[in-house]
């Protein structure tokens, strides 16, 4: 395997760690911010009252999970394009410079860019 390969999947890889945990502690904060989970008036007995709060607590838990997956999908796809063209340009290049970056920036620009459509 190509030495630049290696480097390609593992700074993608840390880049969509830290896209999971970004995305995961927004929605976390978010959903504190909310406050706490509070039993529905209208509930019959504290087992049904307790069913909802149980309910509602997956559904905040499942919010986070969401947001850190598509974190995670957001960061790994901008830091794949962003290395990917970097080393790609390099190599092509057969430099290390500035350049480098500035293509790869470049490109996760546009990736961006173009979801934000």
């Given at each position: 395997m190509p030495q630049e390969l290696?480097?390609?999947?593992?700074?993608?890889?840390?880049?969509?760690?830290?896209?999971?945990?970004?995305?995961?502690?927004?929605?976390?904060?978010?959903?504190?911010?909310a406050g706490p989970i509070q039993p529905p008036e209208n509930a019959p007995t504290k087992a049904h009252a307790a069913r909802a709060m149980a309910e509602e607590q997956t559904q905040r838990l499942l919010r986070v999970v969401n947001a850190s997956v598509k974190g995670t999908a957001r960061f790994g796809a901008l830091a794949g394009v962003f290395y990917g063209t970097h080393l790609m340009s390099s190599v092509w290049r057969a430099r290390h410079d500035f350049y480098n970056a500035a293509f790869g920036g470049l490109a996760a620009g546009a990736l961006l860019g173009l979801s934000c459509e």
């Open positions: 290696g480097e390609w999947a593992q700074d993608t890889t840390v880049a969509a760690f830290a896209g999971t945990l970004l995305g995961g502690f927004q929605q976390w904060r978010h959903e504190r911010s």
